[in-house]
């Protein structure tokens, strides 16, 4: 649904979007990720042909997006940064107009903007003014802006961004709903939503893409995957010593900590796809030392993401 090769965007004195290369299925809902200023925003405005390549190509369903962007853009449904919204228009009225502008006519246009107020719950709300909309429905009026013309791929630029913890889940709930039917490409900060929805995440840095992956692979690939925590009652040394014996287990390290009550935490770095639990139990009831805790540290996509993007 989107091939994207070697899209670069320089703007005075800067690279925004440097060598980029991916491509999207159909039926995909990909999470696009990094920090602030990373090139997302910029990205999505040139695969949406909004903002000219200054390299590459891009192709949304087999469509060059800026040489054939007409068609290219009855394909997508985008929902910008900060959605340009006309204030002084009743809700209906805006819908109407942008699915007049989408190409829509006639019956087409009244049984589109109802379906998409339907599904995003503006019904309540189409007379009013948008300038009086609160930032959820303003949001919402964006999303259903971006669905009107039924298109098969949404690109959603942060579209909870701003939102209150409810409203959040409203919108993430729809945005499941609508992943049955679209592909999607999301961008986003909060990445529990990106852990729930998307299935692949692409995490770009300085304007290059450094991890494409499914979120389970990416923790896995984490510094912190592949670690237990262990505390029992053993002497650092010695509790370590006897850790580092065992099969699997790479390093085992004790944690510095004031006395407590003779308790010594220790960190275990495991050889790949080791996982000596029961060894360690094993070694701690032969040597008598009591254990109170044995866990392996769940890495999540923040660790990744922290990672990958504080590396430089
Ligand atoms: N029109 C422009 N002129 C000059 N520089 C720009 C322009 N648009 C974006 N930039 C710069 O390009 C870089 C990438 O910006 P972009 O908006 O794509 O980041 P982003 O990943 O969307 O960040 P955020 O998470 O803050 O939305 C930033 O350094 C930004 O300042
Ligand atoms: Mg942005």
Known sequence: MIEVQHLTKRFVGRTAVDDVSFEVGKGEVVGFLGPNGAGKSTTMRMLTGYLPATMGTARVAGHDVFSDSIRARREIGYMPESVPLYDEMRVVEYLNFRAALKGLRGRAVKENVGRVMDLTGLKDVQRKIVASLSKGYRQRLGLADALVHRPRLLILDEPTNGLDPNQIRQVR?????????????????????????????????????????????????????GMLTVEMKASAEEGSEALQGLAGIRRATAVPSAANGGWQQFEVKLDTGADPREEIAELTRGRGWPLRELRANQATLEDVFVEITQRD
């Not at 990445?191 to 893409?209: D, S, W």
């Open 173 to 225: 709930s729809l945005i499941a709903q609508l992943s049955t039917e679209h592909t999607i490409l999301i961008s986003t900060h909060i990445l529990t939503e990106v852990e729930m929805v998307c299935r692949r995440v692409i995490i770009i840095h300085r304007g290059k893409i450094r991890a494409d992956d499914t979120p389970e692979n990416l923790a896995r690939s984490s510094r912190s995957a």
